[in-house]
């Protein structure tokens, strides 16, 4: 018996509550009195659904880590700073209590990865609009209208992933026109973001897929060929003068600054002229980065307190207070080897569990999927080396549709050996 069945879904109102919520979280904010009413709405609406509240493992592990979070409040330098991520906590245990009860069987996480695609859609053609036309190819797409270009880019590459998950997999009913299109958009909106990391993620995630849905004797081939596709991709970042403006000139300055080149002894060629090597952006992650670990040192069992790395650098007094750029060492030096553990060993949970659901499984529906969620949970630790991530509701959505995953296969098998 097949997990993910071929069948129509039509449209109900959770549908329309997620994909609002979803839009309200992504890249593109909407107006905070709209994103707070979404969530509202949804949460209010999974308990029409179901009055119970579901203790899964998620929810459980989200108490657990998010209580000791703010415990150390007591021992921080700055307990305000710490209560600042009051809503972050809000919306992740939220994103924990609803979303398990409107996702009741395996179809329904089919039909949310389309809902994702379509949010992040939504959001890339608002920014469209809203972006003057002298803007895109001039600048990074967000700046101007003071959007986070680095969140805009990550957000675009992973509607990119699912998109051509969906696109792959044969035994999906979608439009193959407008996804194909969609992942055209989001590929180029990437690359117009500047962000290195999204570049990074969309490379990885193209050569994923193809690896996921290929059959077995065309899977190196295929992964060779999406290698092939990603040196075009950078290839033509770098000859384009429209994408060498936003992303080519900082690849060779990441590049060039890893080789200890300096704007002093190179320059760049760019559309408006010569522009010094040195990336600055990543000298600053690494002093932030150091400086973390320096903090850590100093308070390695429980922190500094959380969200204190920002207080950190208020009392150094330095030009530019920020979190530490790095969930890992962000979470080393405010709630120590303690939180470490607790937030990273749901993460390693998780990538045990979808391990062995692929090894177990005769489903091939079900080993995409295993391998799907693998491939994006690996990705997303990858990107914990420069993003700080758990706080993005985002993240801790994608966190949950995994877990819902893991607990609805578990409940398949355990069904299927008592018949």
């Known amino acids: 018996m097949k997990l993910f069945k071929e069948k129509r879904v039509s449209i109900k109102t959770e549908d329309v509550l997620l994909l609002f919520f ?9 107006n905070p009195i709209i994103t707070v009413a979404s969530y509202i709405l949804v ?11 579901l203790l899964t493992r998620i ?10 979070y703010f415990i150390s409040a007591f021992w921080s330098s700055d307990a305000s700073d710490t209560i600042r ?59 101007a209208i003071d959007m986070n270009a680095n969140s805009f880019g990550i957000r675009m590459a992973f509607g990119f992933i699912i998109s051509l998950f969906l696109l792959c997999n044969k035994s999906i009913q979608i439009n193959r026109l407008l996804y194909s299109l969609l992942s055209i958009l989001f590929t180029i909106l990437t690359l117009l973001s500047g962000s290195k990391k999204a ?22 081939l295929k992964v060779l060929v999406s290698l092939l596709m990603a040196a075009a991709m950078i290839f033509i970042v770098i000859s384009n003068d429209k994408l060498y403006s936003t992303m080519g000139y900082r690849l060779e300055r ?47 069992a429980f922190g500094y307190g959380g969200n204190n790395f920002v207080t950190y650098m208020r009392e150094k007094k330095y030009r530019h207070v920020a979190y530490s750029h790095n969930n890992y060492t962000e979470i080393l030096c405010t709630l ?33 999927y295993s391998e799907l969620f693998l491939s994006v949970l690996l990705l997303l ?16 959505f994608i966190l949950c549709i995994v877990d819902i995953f893991i607990r609805l296969n578990g409940k398949q098998r355990i069904n299927n050996e008592t018949q």
């Open 381 to 396: 630790l990858i990107l914990d080396y420069g993003n700080v991530s758990y706080t993005l509701e985002f993240n801790m």
């Open 199 to 220: 570049l990074l993620l969309i490379i990885l995630g193209l050569i994923m897929v193809i690896f996921i849905t290929s059959a077995n004797k065309k899977k190196v």
């Open 254 to 300: 990441f590049f060039l600054t890893l080789n200890s080149e300096n704007s002093e002894s190179t320059t760049l060629n760019t559309v408006n002229g010569r522009v010094g090597t040195t990336d600055k952006s990543l000298i600053e992650r690494n002093y932030y980065m150091n400086e973390a670990m320096t903090l850590f040192a100093e308070h390695p």
């Open 336 to 368: 120590g080897v303690v939180g470490f553990v607790i937030y990273y060993s749901y993460w390693i949970w998780a990538i045990i569990k979808l391990i062995r659901i692929k090894r177990s499984t005769n489903d091939d529906s079900v080993k995409k």
């Open 85 to 143: 991520y009051l809503s972050a906590f809000a919306y992740t245990i939220g994103i924990f209590l609803f979303l398990p009860k409107l996702i009741t069987d395996e179809k329904k996480i089919e039909k949310l990865l389309k809902l994702i695609v379509c949010s992040i859609a939504i959001s890339a053609i608002m920014t469209l609009l809203l972006t003057p036309l002298s803007e895109l190819g001039s600048s990074r797409i967000g700046g």
């Open 43 to 53: 949460l209010g609406y999974s308990f029409l659904v179901n009055k119970n509240i």
């Open 22 to 30: 979803l839009v309200s979280i992504s890249a593109f904010r909407l």
């Open 59 to 68: 929810l459980k592990w989200g108490v657990v880590f998010w209580t000791y």
